[in-house]
């Protein structure tokens, strides 16, 4: 079946300084799925950060980017400088489309810690 | 702005009760879902309903069940819980099948 792989469990990272959390996917039953990372803040629910459905397209939110890569199957989520307020649980989904209805498929999250 | 609603927040409850969660969205949507989260914290889909009609049924024991009133609402029954059921329900609106899903704050489910 399909797939989502977050490799780090954890990062943190000083503020203002570059963040990279890496996301694979394997995506059997559609050849190009869409693709999301999705963000909960402590205290809050899961929310859309950002989605991309075409590959090779870039989606950008809060100043977070990530870019639908197809040859390699990544979709990794980057920002130049984090603040504290980005602390918080990152996930990658993609989602299974068609005739089943659509499912997300999650990583298993990355949890992010930002520090002054 | 919340929008997708769940009741209860937390929940405990003995080996072998009845539960029952519930899901309200006031979105205007017209497809719901579960997912459950467990303590290794994966997020899976359950189900998923389509006006009504169920069109996802992971493969979940049978002792869960999803009710669909309307489709604004759509709650889960667990009629016999086991310790593994412990963990957070998530619920999921969506217009349509194709477009992002939004989540409920989730119910933590507790089985002692």
């Known amino acids: 079946g399909d797939s989502v792989t977050q490799t780090e469990g954890q990062v943190t990272v000083s503020e203002s300084k570059s963040l990279i959390i890496n996301c694979t996917y394997s995506?059997?039953?559609?050849?190009?799925?869409?693709l999301f990372w999705y963000v909960r803040y402590p205290g809050e629910g899961l929310q859309l950060l950002l989605k991309?459905?075409?590959?090779?397209q870039k989606g950008s939110s809060r100043g977070f980017e990530a870019t639908y890569n197809k040859e390699a199957t990544s979709f990794h989520l980057q920002k130049a400088s984090v603040q504290e307020s980005d602390s918080a649980v990152y996930y990658c989904?993609?989602?299974?489309?068609?005739?089943?209805?659509?499912?997300?498929?999650f990583g298993q999250g990355t949890i992010l810690k930002v520090y002054l | 702005e919340t929008a997708v609603f769940q009741t209860p927040n937390y929940h405990v409850t003995q080996v072998g009760n009845e539960v029952s969660f519930n899901c309200k969205q006031t979105l205007g949507h017209d497809t719901m879902y579960w997912y459950k989260q467990d303590s290794k914290k994966l997020l899976k889909i359950m189900f998923s309903y389509n006006n009504k009609q169920l069109i996802v049924n992971e493969t979940v024991p049978r002792r869960f069940s999803p009710q669909s009133s309307d489709k604004a609402h759509l709650n889960l029954r667990i009629k016999s819980v086991e310790p593994e059921d412990s963990a957070v329900y998530l619920c999921?609106?969506?217009?349509?099948?194709?477009?992002?899903?939004?989540f409920g704050p989730g119910t933590r489910l507790t089985v002692l």
């Open positions: 995506a059997t039953s559609i050849g190009y799925p869409n």
């Open positions: 991309v459905i075409t590959a090779g």
């Open positions: 989904a993609l989602s299974e489309t068609a005739s089943s209805g659509q499912k997300l498929v």
């Open positions: 999921a609106s969506s217009l349509d099948r194709v477009y992002e899903q939004y």
